[in-house]
């Protein structure tokens, strides 16, 4: 079963629509935290937020913001007035602990959603 | 903050050659890079995770023989795909993650082409 799911592989919207892209995850810990990355055609992987399981106030920087409910095990992304710049790919990922390894907390990501924007 | 880059950012390569990519966290101090490997459309798959001045540890299916993981100083990680074959072929992205956070910053990525 896929810890992180992200179910829209492609949307495309017209720029200046607001676009929301779904983020679900799956885990047995208390403690995790769930980010957003933005990865656009250069290839290079943009941190965009990270949230920590405890903290279920959601978040609006400039014309992005985060809706995390925890009740859902979703923590979806909203791009409000979309540009042309925006179209990328999106990664959610959940960190959770792991029981053994080199890295406590590892990144498990989803299968991203490619979003376009069209002018 | 929190710059990681990756040298190269691409390379070709005759089958059978080895090839190794740098990572280098530039302003802060790396205890635990990752690396990935990136397909054409999908998502990021971990290879392996390394501390400094430890042994990595290997995702299961990958061949630490053939990824060979460096991670000698706090800035400072190392791959090298030995004996390089056409499958071997992908993006290859490089993460580090400091002591102050949980946060995994991103380098920039090579991609590696092997003929």
């Keep these: 079963a896929q810890k992180v799911t992200q179910a829209q592989t492609e949307i495309s919207v017209v720029e200046k629509e607001d676009v929301t892209l779904d983020c679900v995850y799956e885990t047995r810990d208390t403690t995790y935290y769930l980010f957003w990355y933005k990865q656009p055609p250069s290839g290079e992987l943009v941190f965009l937020i990270r949230r920590n399981s405890f903290d279920e106030q959601n978040e609006i920087s400039g014309r992005y913001s985060w809706n995390f409910q925890k009740s859902t095990s979703s923590f979806n992304f909203t791009i409000t007035a979309s540009q042309v710049v925006d179209s990328a790919v999106y990664f959610c990922a959940l960190s959770e602990k792991r029981n053994s390894g080199a890295g406590s907390y590892q990144l498990t990501f989803g299968k991203g959603t490619k979003l376009s924007v069209i002018p | ?115």
Aim: aromatic share 12%; glycine share 6%.
């Design chain 2, 1 to 115: 903050g929190a710059v990681v880059s990756q040298h190269p950012s691409w390379v070709i390569c005759k089958s059978g050659t080895s090839v190794k990519i740098e990572c280098r966290s530039l302003d802060f101090q790396a205890t635990t890079m990752f690396w990935y490997r990136q397909f054409p459309k999908q998502s990021l798959m971990l290879m392996a995770t390394s501390n400094e001045g430890s042994k990595a540890t290997y995702e299961q299916g990958v061949e630490k023989d053939k990824f060979l993981i460096n991670h000698a100083s706090l800035t400072l990680s190392t791959l090298t795909v030995t004996s390089a074959h056409p499958e071997d072929s992908s993006f290859y992205i490089c993460s580090a993650r400091g002591t102050s956070g949980f946060t995994q910053y991103f380098g920039p990525g090579t991609r590696l082409t092997v003929l």
